[in-house]
């Protein structure tokens, strides 16, 4: 019999449903490290990534009779908002967010991200991580998740405003980061 991807998903649910281990370590195998890469974003301690990691997988495994298969990547976008879900609570809880508004003379600071089809993903990666904790939350729910200062700030417990000006200061904090490596990396060639 021919399965596609959508029958190998429902059929991988139907098993962890009824307990299957072997079913669970799939899964697991299956989504970790792309899950792990959107814990990372936001986390960039290693040991506190493995430790959300494991609180969000004993979440969706425990949750899971519970989850309703609506086709393919309804599994896959479940996992991920309960990854997410996890993270922001530690993030929260862990890191130190200095939240301030933007005085009027600050809103002119440039935040246009210079061209960085040049540079290699990881480093942009990277540079993201080295982000302030605030910032680099605020900036990755906005620009990579799609978030609205209004959910971010429901998400967060901030103000619509201070989501946009975190987002502002934390793309001109990025643009400044990714000149500095335009500059220093021109220099070596």
Same mark, same amino acid.
């Given at each position: 019999?021919?399965? /596609?991807?959508?029958?190998?998903? &429902?059929?991988?649910?139907?098993?962890? %449903?009824?307990?299957?281990? /072997? @079913?669970?370590?799939?899964? +697991?195998?299956?989504?970790?490290?792309?899950?792990? @890469? *959107?814990?990372?974003?936001?986390?960039?301690?290693?040991?506190?990534?493995?430790?959300?990691? #494991?609180?969000? !997988?004993?979440?969706?495994?425990?949750?899971? %009779?519970? !989850? #309703? +298969?609506?086709? %393919?990547?309804?599994?896959?976008?479940?996992?991920?908002?309960?990854?997410? /879900?996890?993270? *922001?609570?530690?993030?929260? #809880?862990?890191?130190? !967010? /200095?939240?301030?508004?933007?005085?009027?003379?600050?809103? &002119? *600071? @440039?935040?246009?991200?210079?061209?960085?089809?040049?540079?290699?993903?990881? *480093?942009? +990666?990277?540079?993201?991580?080295?982000?302030?904790?605030?910032?680099?939350?605020?900036?990755?729910? +906005?620009v990579i998740e799609g978030k609205s200062h209004k959910e971010i700030a429901a998400l967060l417990g901030i103000k619509e405003s201070t989501s946009a000006s975190q987002l502002h200061r934390a793309k001109a904090i990025l643009a400044e980061k990714i000149r500095n490596y335009i500059n220093n990396y021109?220099?070596?060639?």
């Open positions: 019999m021919d399965w /596609n991807d959508s029958d190998r998903e &429902e059929r991988l649910l139907d098993l962890i %449903k009824r307990g299957d281990r /072997n @079913a669970m370590q799939d899964l +697991y195998c299956r989504y970790v490290r792309y899950l792990t @890469a *959107i814990c990372g974003r936001y986390i960039p301690d290693e040991d506190n990534v493995r430790d959300v990691m #494991q609180d969000s !997988f004993l979440k969706i495994f425990s949750s899971i %009779k519970n !989850f #309703q +298969y609506r086709g %393919k990547g309804s599994l896959k976008g479940w996992m991920t908002k309960i990854v997410l /879900n996890e993270t *922001i609570k530690s993030v929260k #809880q862990n890191c130190q !967010f /200095n939240f301030t508004e933007l005085k009027n003379d600050e809103t &002119e *600071i @440039a935040d246009d991200i210079p061209e960085s089809e040049n540079i290699p993903p990881p *480093i942009i +990666y990277k540079l993201i991580r080295e982000l302030p904790d605030g910032y680099r939350t605020i900036f990755n729910l +906005y021109s220099l070596h060639l």
